[in-house]
């Protein structure tokens, strides 16, 4: 008979393991409590208001990520799964990567009292530049061509190209670092690390996890404005670059070694495909269906679900299951799908006669699982806490002290920002904006971060990002017109706050302003007078939508930080501590944020419940899989002296 898996949640780390597991031959299970799968790289889509009601046209817009990075990773989970990925995929290279704005003092905006944006004289604005560099450029084109990013480089200063060639081969060692050591691997202590004090230090260097990425870019460029170029990256996990270990300057060695790629019909394109060889395998997807409860015996094992009867009627649990994994958002699912942990640990040391005598109250594991790793720490408060907590309670078994307030140290995690998300569709094309463009408030880089994340609210002058998938896609928005996404950062929600009613109007007020802003940069930069008129429909996503639609903590779009406590072992980890059977997948456990990454905590889900079965039918070689095809690609990029041009494999979309 099967084993029996149920997942809770479809996006990216859910489909995928469901296809991992599925494909070993499980019962498998997916609970999606949207109308369609994929979570955050969901679709939107919009109706042309102009077009023929009997045959309407539509916008369609990418909900979250709009661009696919670290390519090989997948790869290599379609090739494990018996598949390749341009058999169900196809997928188009950008070129440029970006197009990368500098908005300087000179531009600066001040809110007006109704609203709307007003430029300051230009008296005023000269009077507040702070370090007037006219022969600076405004912008740089960033691609993974090499005679192109000479050109561009060298109009900054004399050696701008050859730092960046020396910043390339920092960035691609920890490329390799973190392949090698972090990525496909699970972390319950640090010695699976590092098995001596010399090692981990060796390694920690190498890492360079005291330095940040903005000191990291310090090394290589002179100017702020290329500085600024290559560490607004970090946002990508949601992080700041004053904050964000330097081993994250990764990032962009993915973005010039291996280019930025779109899926043709959009991101969800890519879960889509992963959904059907999921389903090829015998998976089971269930859409439009709550999950109110993971049920918990007294054993101390997970049996199931329960699920909203108002949206499910005729079925309101789903029971028998050897394992259930969480794709939920894990703060939500432990403060909100898991029992209580002191009730559900009265219930299960009452069920024993003398629990002083039975410390270890778990049943035994199934389907040949690894052993229990210890409590979970939690960063390193909850590390200390642990290790002091035998000494305290002798009565509490071991493994349930970590857990009794796990589920509030998880609420006072770092986490990643949120974002004011516009979805726009416009009633012509414009040219000026190639598929990605990124527009940063170049004088007050560092105290838009600040504000961000450290006063948790929208910053007075904000950088943000827009993707144009009409640019590369024609199919995303009617004939002679775009479809423009986009993103604002902004801090997340507080506990203490309530943006769900927005009595005082805050959350409205801030909208309003971000929206002002971006159309009055986008109409001074581009040269576009009133760009608001050109707006046909328009769709919003912000902090409380994203915690609603989702179940995001506090709003957090990419869930728990990256920070140097937040990782590793002290990551919130794929199995839980107490529940036997019960695992999690996501951005938010190990190994962290961000879609490939996430693909390979599921590989790493699936490798621990199918207790070490050979359920990976690809293997990379020597000189394939990720590792190998990174090193191909930096050794091209580096030897640019033979080579003008790098990596015009694949097909290939120029976009501005």
Not at 331 to 342: Q, S
Not at 410 to 425: I, N
Not at 576 to 593: K, L
């Amino acid at each position: 008979m099967k084993q029996k898996a149920i997942i809770v949640g479809g996006g990216a780390g859910g489909i995928t393991l469901a296809a991992y597991l599925a494909r070993s031959g499980m019962d498998v299970t997916v609970i999606e409590k949207n109308e369609t799968i994929g979570g955050r790289c969901s679709t939107i889509y919009e109706m042309d208001p102009t077009s023929d009601p009997s045959s309407p046209s539509h916008f369609r817009h990418d909900l979250g990520p709009s661009l696919l990075l670290m390519k090989p990773i997948f790869d290599r989970v379609f090739e494990e799964l018996g598949e390749k990925m341009e058999d169900h995929v196809r997928l188009v290279r950008c070129d440029p990567n970006y197009i990368v704005h500098f908005i300087r003092s000179a531009t600066e905006m001040v809110t007006a009292g109704n609203g709307k944006m007003a430029t300051r004289s230009s008296k005023t604005r000269a009077a507040t530049l702070s370090n007037p560099s006219p022969q600076t450029p405004d912008r740089i084109m960033l691609s993974s061509d090499v005679a192109v990013m000479r050109s561009e480089l060298n109009k900054f200063h004399q050696n701008a190209f050859d730092g960046y060639l020396r910043f390339l081969s920092e960035a691609r060692r920890h490329y390799d670092l973190s392949i090698d050591n972090v990525l496909m691997k699970n972390f319950d202590s640090w010695w699976q690390l590092a098995t001596s004090p010399v090692q981990w230090m060796s390694l920690a260097r190498d890492f360079d996890i005291a330095g940040t990425v903005w000191g990291s870019t310090g090394k290589y460029f002179e100017t702020d404005e290329l500085r600024q170029a290559f560490s607004f990256q970090t946002m990508y996990m949601g992080m700041s670059p004053y904050d964000a270990p330097a081993t994250y300057n990764l990032l962009q060695f993915t973005e010039f070694a291996e280019g930025i790629w779109y899926p043709m019909g959009g991101f969800n394109e890519v879960l889509v495909a992963l959904q059907r060889i999921a389903m090829k395998y015998g998976a089971r997807f269930v859409c439009s269906t709550t999950v109110t409860e993971i049920c918990v015996n007294e054993f101390s094992r997970t049996t199931g679900v329960r699920v909203c009867p108002t949206q499910t009627p005729m079925e309101t649990r789903f029971t028998g299951a050897d394992v259930v994994i969480c794709n939920a958002d894990l703060v939500h699912a432990y403060n909100h799908l898991l029992p209580n942990p002191t009730a559900m640990m009265n219930r299960s040391m009452m069920r024993q006669k003398s629990p002083m005598l039975k410390p270890n109250i778990m049943a035994q594991p199934s389907m040949g699982m690894i052993p229990k790793p210890a409590p979970n720490s939690g960063g390193i408060v909850g590390a200390v806490s642990g290790a002091i907590m035998p000494y305290v309670d002798r009565a509490v078994p071991a493994n349930w002290r970590a857990w009794l307030t796990y589920p509030e140290r998880l609420r006072q995690m770092e986490h990643t920002c949120s974002t004011f998300s516009f979805y726009w569709g416009l009633s012509r094309k414009i040219p000026e904006l190639g598929a990605h463009s990124v527009f940063l408030c170049s004088d007050a880089y560092r105290a838009s971060f600040d504000q961000i994340f450290k006063d948790g609210t929208l910053p007075d002058m904000p950088s943000f990002y827009i993707h144009t998938a009409s640019r590369v896609d024609p199919t995303a928005a009617p004939a002679g017109k775009d479809c423009l996404t986009v993103l604002v950062p902004t801090g997340h929600m507080n506990d203490a706050e309530d943006y769900c009613d927005d009595p005082d109007g805050r959350l409205a007020k801030l909208q309003a302003r971000a929206r002002a802003m971006v159309i009055s940069v986008l109409e001074e930069r581009l040269g576009i007078p009133d760009f608001e008129a050109l707006i046909q429909t328009e769709r919003v996503m912000n902090p409380v939508k994203w915690q609603q639609s989702f179940n995001l903590s506090r709003g957090s779009i990419l869930g728990l930080g990256h920070n140097v406590t937040q990782v590793l072992w002290m990551r919130p980890r794929t199995r839980h501590d107490v529940i036997d059977n019960m695992f999690f997948v996501g951005s938010s456990t190990h190994p962290g944020v961000g879609v490939p990454i996430v693909l390979c905590s599921a590989r790493v889900v699936a490798e621990q419940i199918l207790g070490g079965q050979k359920c990976f039918e690809m293997m990379p070689t020597k000189n394939t899989g990720i590792v190998g095809g990174m090193m191909g690609t930096a050794s091209s990029l580096l030897n640019y002296a033979t080579s003008a041009v790098f990596g015009n494999a694949g097909s290939t979309a120029r976009t501005a």
